[in-house]
């Protein structure tokens, strides 16, 4: 473990141009997969490096090799939103007034998709019990979509403006996705989607 | 352990006209204070019977002789919110026009309370992680208030509104009481009520 290979690092390991699936490739993705697992399932106190190696089928010490830290696995994890979460640009540029239309389209497009939605739940059951978890969801949404979104906007409150729309949001998701509220879990995801995005509009640009 | 006082359990050992200091009354009091701590610390999954006797400097076997299982000490946590859930017909009675600010000022009402803030925050992180404690969660949320506001509304989607009103409190409550996003996290509680309570009315009673 000790031959550092510094291109191993979650950013460069994804860099264009690379081999996309060479033997370590896969070993990462399955570290990786396993981890999106253990996390979601147990959130982060729960989860241990160790756990997570013996999911993935390797030795614990291959796991700090590719990732380091517990949390550094945990900010990996996270980081596998951050294709969905580049393409918020699009969402915070375009025209204001359908701003909030297109930050709930956003949202809920994240949590119906499979693909996304095992990251999601690890980051939101971990956020809750951790506070390093905790920060890492801020710093995801606050610096990926919120000041963007933010920073549109002419207000002086435009922070606490974008925050308590993505109150709107993340409550519905977690009653909708965590808690499994019915009738909120099974309603017509155009439907909550049609409800919600006037009141996102309203706390981003009302009076 | 053995001899049975049948009149110990959550509801019964309330019942006016009792002793309310009496020891056994202590030592029950002092098991559910280091149980709401554990719960709120660590969530469901990681908090242990062992553990809350430990807190509480007893032996496992007075937990058990008290509550019952972890799920039941668990429902006796949240059943200190009850108290103050048992207020919410006054939140669902009174003008309907008024029903958003009053639902609103309730929910922060309550957690701007010191003595309901653990309890709530081991509901919240526990029903994040855990089927048995969501299971409790919505059951707590729905029949004991969102089903009497929406038994207000003369519409066929009521209950789809009263949640997604609850979606807009729950979420606003996660980011500042729990993540701690800033600037919601130090914002004036009345600035947030005043922000929150048009469009939770909205949710209600909105076209």
């Not at 994804?14 to 981890?35: F, K, M, N």
């Not at 390797?58 to 700090?64: P, Q």
């Not at 580049?86 to 375009?94: E, L, Q, R, S």
């Not at 710093?139 to 109150?167: K, N």
């Amino acid at each position: 473990m000790s031959g550092a290979t510094p291109d191993r690092d979650p950013t460069t390991a994804r860099r264009r141009g690379r081999p996309p699936r060479s033997e370590a490739g896969d070993t990462r993705e399955r570290i990786l997969a396993a981890a999106r697992e253990e996390f979601s399932e147990r959130g982060y106190e729960k989860t241990s490096v160790r756990g997570i190696a013996k999911a993935a089928g390797v030795d614990s010490a291959l796991v700090h090799h590719y990732f380091g830290t517990k949390e550094q696995v945990f900010e990996a994890v996270a980081l596998t939103l951050a294709p969905a979460l580049n393409a918020t640009p699009g969402v915070a540029d375009g025209p204001l007034e359908e701003a909030g239309e297109r930050l709930t389209r956003f949202l809920f497009g994240l949590w119906e998709n499979p693909v996304y939605r095992a990251p999601l739940l690890a980051v939101v059951r971990s956020a809750v019990n951790n506070e390093t978890a905790a920060a890492v969801f801020r710093r995801m949404i606050v610096t990926q979509v919120l000041s963007r979104v933010a920073g549109r906007l002419d207000a002086p409150d435009a922070e606490l403006r974008a925050e308590l729309a993505a109150a709107q949001l993340v409550g519905c998701a977690m009653l909708r996705y965590v808690i499994k509220m019915e009738p909120l879990a099974s309603a017509d995801v155009e439907q909550v989607i049609a409800r919600l995005a006037p009141v996102v509009q309203g706390h981003l640009t009302g009076a």
